[in-house]
């Protein structure tokens, strides 16, 4: 058949009665097939793309983001490590013994290292630090992230600034100060929380009327343990460098009484000449409603029994420490719980600090049968012997950044010398700034309180009568009054070693993570001739003047200070102690949101970027040598 015949006679149609043409089911399968199978492929490119293409698409763009942030944190590390570098050069050369002392001190593990940087990137990052608190509320209330959460808090903040779950867990790294010539203040840290700080609920601390009890029964385990290392490494009361510090708004069921008995003393208080500003100056007449058969102002029958109960227990708490010869540092708090805490403060040091009468006049020398004056026969017991233990026991806690302070101070000094007692000072410039400007919004420009210009406050934390806020607004307000303050102690060190008062009649914590404010402190104890220095500048002081003079830091915070002052001053005992916080997660996490914010605020001026790029140059120089 010629082709041409072939071709009309497929294109000729055929009629309708014509035979249809036989296909095999063999060939109708496939040819369904093939063209289902053109369908589908007709489909899949004439519609939108498909779930396979749009996930690869995120995929790479994923990838892409990853890769950009590593490059971009690869030239911030790099960048950090070189900066670091320099500031360390810098710091050794500062340094009395340069580079020697960073040979022989033991290196952390570069783990810590590398956890140091994480939280000071962190840190470094002001709006990361303002809605952290918020941040961990709201992970920690999803079911599973929870768990995620508070792992990853734990092996970057908790490990930075907590030395353990308990006690006993802090005791290796307390082991490890010590070995650095390294003190240690130890504290069972439970706080009240943010959202009570900032008139919220404090379902966590109330929600079970027992646990201030356990507070105080842990307080006490803490100054055992405590007293037993100490004894371990110490011969005597001498020189015994681990403290404790306790927080007065944790031994009570709410710290709302303290609160509202603050309200009280501030309106019953008696004015005092020369007058000192809000939270103002505690008088041995605070606790007398204690013992009153009748309750008035913002106090009811309920705050007064938990007060006595919460005197009852801080005699408890004392008395242990006395026994066991451990200093107790009585932390500061909020302003508004600052008159409360002052006012048993106070009480407490009237009872444990008492010093010994004075001694009578020796008796007139007498002469001998070779005419010359003998020598009389007494001698004055020491203070050991006396049964005194160390004095100061207790140390209040002077907050530079109030507007009080400096006054406050020059009183408390004047009544510890007529009250016949030891007076405890430890001076911070403060940790509580953000929260007392957001609890007093209303402030003037008036730059010194004074009574004329007090009024009643519109909001619902503050207790102040004042218009402005009680704590000085610009830093360097707080810097000028810390270091007017360390002038005035190491000026009454002096006097007190002048009297030659066997007992110590002023004890001194000096806690600061500022360079300027440290050297002062060992500039002003050369200058009062309370340290003798070296030609290489490192100063050496005597017991008498360590045991009055101790500089302290938060574990997890400037550890090129501490070190530098470790090097730069030589005493028997460690003469720099580090915060030591200690508590399960859920118990410190208050403490750690505010070690968030006080690296922000109170350390100020780059610091936290100062602690990165040094922790970046560490990291490169244990891995590249």
């Known amino acids: ?41 007709a489909a899949s490119s004439a519609g939108p793309p498909n779930a396979h293409s749009r996930f690869s698409t ?91 959460t508070e792992a990853a808090v ?30 240690c203040l130890f504290a069972y840290s439970v706080e009240v929380d943010e959202a009570a700080a900032t008139g919220g609920s404090r379902s966590a601390v109330t929600s079970a009327h027992s646990i201030h009890k356990q507070i105080v029964a842990e307080t006490i385990h803490c100054i055992d343990v405590a007293a037993d290392y ?88 004392c008395t242990r420490a006395q026994e066991r010869g451990v200093r ?50 007494t001698t004055t017991p020491s203070a050991t012997d006396r049964g005194l233990g160390v004095q100061p026991l207790i140390y209040a806690t002077y907050q530079a950044y109030l507007r009080r302070t400096p006054e406050y101070l020059a009183q408390s000094i004047a009544a510890a010398r007529a009250g016949n007692y030891s007076l405890g000072v430890k001076l911070v410039r403060g940790a509580y700034h953000p929260h007392e400007l957001a609890a007093h919004p209303l402030s003037s420009p008036s730059p010194s309180p004074s009574p004329e210009t007090s009024q009643t406050p519109t909001h619902s934390l503050s207790i102040s009568p004042d218009p402005y806020p009680p704590v000085w607004e610009e830093k360097t307000d707080t810097d000028e009054r810390y270091n007017a303050c360390v002038r005035t102690l190491v000026a009454a060190v002096r006097a007190d070693l002048d009297s030659d008062a066997r007992t110590p009649t002023l004890g001194v914590l000096f806690g600061t993570h500022n360079w300027e404010s440290a050297n002062l402190i060992v500039d002003e104890l050369v200058r009062q001739g309370l340290g003798v220095p070296d030609a290489r500048g490192v100063v050496s002081v005597g017991d008498d003047i360590a045991e009055r003079v101790t500089m302290g830091q938060l574990f997890g915070m400037t550890a090129a200070l501490t070190n530098y002052l470790v090097d730069r001053i030589q005493s ?40 990165r790029r040094r922790a970046a140059a560490e990291i490169v120089a244990r891995i590249f040598g």
């Open 1 to 41: 058949m010629s082709l041409a015949f072939a071709s009309r006679l497929l294109l000729t149609p055929r009629p309708a009665s014509s035979r249809p043409l036989q296909i095999s089911a063999r060939t109708r399968v496939s040819t369904l097939r093939s063209t289902t199978g053109s369908y589908r492929t």
């Open 58 to 148: 995120l995929r790479k763009l994923t990838a892409l983001g990853l890769l950009s942030g590593a490059v971009a944190g690869t030239a911030v590390f790099a960048s950090d490590a070189r900066a670091g570098a320099a500031e360390l050069k810098a710091l050794n050369e500062r340094n009395p013994v340069g580079s020697t002392a960073a040979r022989e001190r033991k290196l952390p593990p570069l783990s810590t290292l590398v956890r140091t940087y994480v939280v000071y990137a962190f840190c470094s990052v002001p709006a990361l630090v303002d809605c952290a608190p918020a941040l961990l509320a709201a992970l920690s209330a999803v079911p599973g992230l929870r768990q995620l």
């Open 154 to 183: 734990r092996a970057t903040f908790f490990d930075q600034f907590v030395g353990g779950d308990t006690a006993e867990d802090a005791l290796p790294l307390i082991e490890g100060l010590r070995e650095e010539r390294t003190g």
């Open 230 to 317: 100490e004894d371990k490494h110490t011969a005597g009361y001498a020189g015994r460098r681990t403290w404790v510090a306790i927080k007065l708004s944790a031994m009570v069921p709410n710290a709302e009484t303290l609160r509202r008995f603050s309200q009280y003393l501030v309106a019953t208080r008696p004015q005092i000449e020369p007058p000192i500003a809000f939270p103002g100056c505690p008088l041995p007449t605070d606790l007398d409603v204690l013992s009153s058969s009748s309750v008035s102002g913002p106090l009811t029958t309920v705050d007064i029994a938990v007060l006595r109960e919460l005197r009852e227990d801080l005699i408890a708490i």
């Open 328 to 377: 107790l540092i009585f932390d500061a708090e909020y302003s508004w719980y600052e008159p409360a805490i002052d006012a048993f403060t106070l009480d407490m040091m009237q009872r444990f600090n008492k010093l010994p009468a004075a001694p009578p006049p020796p008796p007139a020398r007498r002469s001998s049968w070779f005419g010359r004056a003998s020598a009389p026969t």
């Open 572 to 611: 028997s005992s460690p003469f720099v102690i580090k915060y030591v916080p200690y508590g399960r997660l859920a118990e410190v996490m208050p403490y750690l949101s505010r070690r968030a914010i006080e690296n922000k605020s109170v350390l100020g001026n780059g610091a936290a970027e100062e602690e």
